[in-house]
């Protein structure tokens, strides 16, 4: 059967927003939800923070288990499993008793997921190679786009509908995803027998850049420490530099958008220019670009220049989601395609959980201005480690 892959890619992009988003959009009022569901007060903020944490958590520990049964059962199965799930999931946070209800079906979204990386693989293995880099960059704006926009989202949905009804009109359009990726996806896949399907210690063999995904894996984990270490202490930043003004949750929003923003702008062309020059040297620019970003932001006097090195940052993150991607699937085996990029993924959700905790714990220990200084350190060596993996390539001028 001939897929349409252009139509695969756009449902995908929508359902790769919406779940992107439905992770994200409860941050900006979950500790007021937990305070409604009669937690105490001096318990409300470590709540946040695990109802928070606990989602990616469990994501990261689930994907190989999903990515597994992708390279089996195919990839547009899984994707509806995890919007149905996400569905159930994230309406049922409406009807939550108790703050551990909440814990648990926050838990239960994690367990749930896998949208993204299962349409990822599906595009990468659909597309053709000439074009891989730009449909794959296309795809990364709906998830990085839904986890920036998703806390503006879910604010002005806070405030027009309140908490509980946030929660079911995002189980509501996760249930229109549900139906589109049924409807409108197209897939040709033979099922596998799981005694034919094989090993990961045989598919490894069959990676001929085993350093370089690794190095790939590293800086999924480094984007996504970079992108939330500032989630606890933004709004505080925000108003030391406002002087205490009543507009700090406002401008904050903004800060946060901004980045989202260029990213969706700047993925597909960036995508393109990879296609053209070599992925891998857009990594690099990416990762040196997103270093020259985050360390003024350690500097920054104004909630207009914090606001502006954001709204730059994006155009790097913009050129490393799709340059990962589109790399992972060029150095992947077709078998096992979908296990690959789902530790991908778990590197992803694994820095989602680490950059927050890097974030508070720094912030609390040396000041604000540090969350920057650290992740700009791990940014530069990351980049000498992607450096390191790709010389064989930059010396023989040649393309994975």
């Given amino acids: 059967m001939k897929v349409n892959w252009r139509r695969n890619l756009f449902v995908s992009w929508i359902g ?16 007021v939800y937990i305070e409604q569901l009669g937690t105490p007060a001096s318990q409300v903020e470590m709540f946040a923070g695990l109802a928070i944490s606990v989602t990616a958590f469990a994501a990261a520990i689930v994907s190989p288990i999903w990515g597994n049964l992708a390279d089996r059962k195919g990839r547009k199965l899984m994707m509806i499993r995890a919007a149905a799930g996400m569905t159930f999931s994230m309406g049922s946070l409406a009807f939550v008793p108790n703050v551990y ?44 786009a839904g986890n920036l926009i998703g806390p503006s989202i879910g604010g002005i949905l806070a405030q027009w509908f309140g ?12 249930l229109i995803c549900t139906i589109l990726t049924v409807a409108m996806v197209q897939e040709s896949f033979v099922p596998i027998e799981k005694k034919n399907m094989l090993s990961m210690r045989e598919l490894t063999k069959k990676i001929d850049h085993m350093s370089v995904l690794v190095g790939l894996f590293v800086s999924t984990l480094i984007l996504q420490v970079g992108i939330t270490s500032i ?6 930043y925000v108003r030391e530099l406002n002087k205490n003004s009543s507009n700090t949750l406002l401008v904050s929003g ?62 790097s993150t913009g050129a490393l989601m799709p340059s990962i991607n589109t790399l992972i699937g060029k150095i992947s085996p077709k078998e096992g395609v979908s296990r690959i990029y789902s530790y991908n993924q778990m590197f992803n959700n694994f820095g989602q959980v680490l950059g ?45």
């Fill in 231 to 236: 989630s606890p202490i933004l709004t505080l």
């Fill in 254 to 315: 903004f800060i946060v958008s901004a980045a989202g923003i260029s990213a969706i702008v700047s993925s597909p062309t960036l995508g393109k220019i990879g296609d053209r020059i070599g992925n891998h040297k857009v990594l690099l620019a990416g990762l040196f670009f997103a270093f020259l970003c985050f360390l003024p932001m350690a500097f920054v006097k104004t909630p207009l220049q914090l606001g502006i090195l954001r709204f730059f940052l994006g155009f």
């Fill in 16 to 31: 790769c927003f919406f779940t992107g988003a439905s992770f994200s959009l409860v941050m900006p009022f979950l500790p």
């Fill in 101 to 144: 209800w909440l814990l648990i079906m926050r838990f239960m979204t994690g367990v749930l997921s896998g949208y993204i990386p299962n349409a990822t693989a599906m595009i990468a293995s659909q597309a053709p190679r000439e074009k891989s880099g730009w449909a794959l960059g296309t795809l990364s704006t709906g998830a990085v």
């Fill in 356 to 400: 927050p905790m890097i974030g508070s714990t720094v912030a609390h220990s040396l000041g604000y201005s540090a969350v920057f200084l650290v992740t700009s350190v791990c940014v530069l060596g990351n980049l000498g480690l992607s450096l390191f993996n790709f010389k064989d390539l930059l010396r023989n001028k040649t393309k994975i």
């Fill in 163 to 174: 908490l509980e009804n946030v929660f079911i009109i995002t189980g509501f359009i996760l």
